[in-house]
């Protein structure tokens, strides 16, 4: 039998990763610099590891740590607006104790959900190069062979999305035709996916506040795609 590897050695392993040298320049300068709201924190400016349930059984990925959200907090998708968002629709469907993410300390804890995103350092502009994607696929892998229980994924953005179809791409796994992303859309996985026992890959527009402030991505709309990733893990065993 093969073991998963341990969850708390792969969240070392990117907590100290140097891969993406603009990244990491960018992160310690933000750290230092801060945001005048903030200017009283202490940032933690390091690549930031996956939260949640290490039994999950829904897998979310998003996009990278918000300059000011996760690169400040050290947990995804805390501190910003984008996490509140993201919260309250997973605590509405069961996923989430609490409609909030202000800080490590928040006594937030998600139930049978883990979150990881696809670049683990804060980009500037929220936009990774493609080649810092790609290196930081190491990370995806790693973390995901340690989630063994997974069976339904939510992309949250089109990187997000992408992300998880290369990550199959470079387990041998092609979905043909290539799926496209669209809020809503729902990709069935084989058997040898390679994430958990995982069934379907579902999309979601990101919660930025590009999404939602804008009303591209309302509540209900986030709601559904995790009421859907819901009915799914309880339909199977």
């Known amino acids: ?97 609490i409609a909030t993410s202000r800080h490590t300390g928040d006594g937030l804890a998600l139930s049978d959900a883990y979150i990881l995103a696809a670049v683990r350092c804060a980009p500037p502009d929220n936009k990774p190069t493609p080649a810092e994607i790609a290196r930081c696929r190491l990370h995806l892998s790693a973390e995901i062979a340690a989630l063994p229980r997974v069976r339904v994924v939510v992309a949250l953005g089109k990187i997000g999305f992408d992300a998880m179809l290369a990550y199959f791409r470079a387990g041998g796994l092609q979905l043909r035709p290539k799926p496209a992303f669209g809020h809503g859309c729902e990709v069935a996985l084989p058997a040898d996916a390679a994430v958990g026992r995982a069934a379907v890959l579902l999309g979601s527009y990101h919660p930025s506040r590009q999404n939602t402030n804008t009303g591209k991505l309302t509540p209900p709309m986030l709601e559904s795609v995790f009421g859907r990733a819901r009915r799914v893990i309880d339909s199977r065993p």
Not at 35 to 47: E, F
Not at 63 to 68: E, G, K, S, T
Not at 76 to 91: I, P, R, W, Y
């Open 1 to 97: 039998m093969i073991r998963a590897p341990d969850l708390d050695a792969v969240r070392t392993n990117i907590v100290a990763c140097t891969a993406c040298p603009r990244l990491r320049r960018y992160c310690q300068r933000i750290a230092t610099e801060k945001k005048p709201a903030h200017r009283d924190d202490t940032y933690w400016g390091r690549p930031v590891p996956g939260f949640g349930d290490p039994g999950a059984r829904l897998l979310i990925v998003g996009l990278a740590p918000a300059a000011h959200g996760a690169n400040r907090t050290g947990r995804v998708f805390t501190g910003d607006g984008s996490g509140d968002f993201l919260m309250s629709a997973l605590e509405r469907t069961g996923f989430s104790n």
